[in-house]
């Protein structure tokens, strides 16, 4: 190989974005039964082939566009060539564009999201010798030529919450605003760690929680953020896709603030739409294209163990927020350093962050039924 990288998340930090430091990811308990070591690639760098099938729509200014900026990262740290497929919102189509990316013999394929986790459960059976990664996937059933790697999404939600508690204690507020695309396990881990985030800052600020019921419908996400800035609050974190720019311009619209998701949504607005930009204070990230570099450098030296999943937070820097000039602007000195404190008990393993995957339906609507008003 003609680029042999050694680092680990090396390019962790983003434009905007300033995360924890990096270590070796930490193995989720619940192991698979199925593991299989991959293979190190002898060739040259260039002739590797992997492809992403984005299971959505770029133009979200948020998950999908971070999933296609990995396509460029891994070209141009790695010194591949990366193709795509934009599948869209439909996924009755996401089983086609895996066939069509596994017949083209690519030597990986990526993806993100549990969007098509049942075309990628079916397709990985049917091409056990196809080697898939998904960047952001929640899947316990793993294939033995699979690999999961799975964010901490409620770490990131919970340095939100305290951003957002902070900010509503400064301005004199007493709840704070959440909207979801959709009410589904991954996005209520955001809303519970936003949650905790918050309670952690004032344990009587209450949290009014809404979803869109789609991550691509604006105008919902837009109506659902008017009625809670116009209910008397003042910031709402937006974990809602696509639809979250409808939160982002009803934010503009009433003056009020917005916390975004997965990119660092002022860093990618702040040229094309400033006056959305200027009313972000932060955003919760996922270092996706940092994640794919860090993980496919792994998967062509034939480190990667497939059938398992593994767990990557702010101790690995794969999920931070935004620490950029809007951040610094919008939020003190003193609340800053408030997070900071935070950040390095959770690195330091100090915060115990509920992990939602083993709540019950009913612990999940009581911790939402606690923080409402």
């Known amino acids: 190989m003609k680029k042999r990288l050694t680092m680990l998340f090396a390019v962790c930090l983003t434009a905007g974005a300033v995360l924890a430091g990096c270590a070796a990811p930490e193995q989720e308990e619940k192991e698979s039964n199925v593991e299989t070591q991959g293979e190190e690639f002898e060739g040259e760098a260039e002739d590797y082939k992997a492809a992403m099938m984005i299971p959505g729509s770029l133009g979200d200014k948020s998950f999908f566009d971070a999933a296609f900026e990995a396509v460029g990262l891994l070209e141009q740290k790695l010194g591949l060539q990366v193709d795509y497929v934009e599948a869209g919102s439909d996924s009755s189509k996401y089983y086609s564009a895996y066939v069509d990316l596994c017949e083209k013999g690519y030597d990986l394929i990526l993806t993100v999201s ?27 059933d793993i294939s033995s030529n699979l690999y999961i790697m799975a964010p901490r999404n409620n770490e990131m939600s919970y340095l939100a919450g305290t951003v957002a508690a902070l900010k509503a204690k400064e301005l004199g507020d007493t709840k704070v605003g959440f909207v979801g695309g959709m009410d589904i396990p991954g996005i209520n881990e955001f809303l519970v760690g936003y949650i905790e985030g918050v309670q952690a800052v004032d344990p009587e600020m209450k949290v009014v929680a809404s979803y869109v019921g789609s991550f691509t419908d604006t105008a919902k996400g837009k109506e659902n953020a008017l009625l809670l800035y116009d209910s008397g609050i ?71 163990t497939y059938g398992k999943k593994e767990l990557y937070g702010v101790k690995e820097g794969a999920v931070g927020i935004a620490e950029n000039e809007f951040y610094e602007k919008l939020l003190s000195e003193d609340d800053r350093n408030n997070v900071e404190e935070i950040k390095t008990k959770i690195i330091n393993g100090e915060l115990e962050i509920t992990d939602t995957s083993v709540l019950t339906p009913e612990e999940l609507e009581e911790i939402r039924t606690n923080a409402r008003p």
């Open 114 to 140: 549990s969007n098509g986790d049942d075309a990628l459960v079916q397709v990985a059976e049917e091409f056990p010798d196809q080697k898939f990664i998904n960047l952001d996937g929640e899947l316990e």
């Open 234 to 304: 003042s910031i709402v974190f937006a974990a809602a896709g696509q639809s979250g720019l409808g939160v982002i311009d009803a934010a503009v619209q009433k003056e009020k603030l917005v916390i975004g998701v997965d990119s660092d949504q002022a860093e990618a607005l702040k040229k094309s739409q400033p006056e959305m930009a200027e009313v972000i204070i932060t955003s919760a990230i996922k270092n996706i294209p940092q994640e794919a570099v860090y993980i496919v450098e792994k998967a062509m030296q034939g480190e990667i």
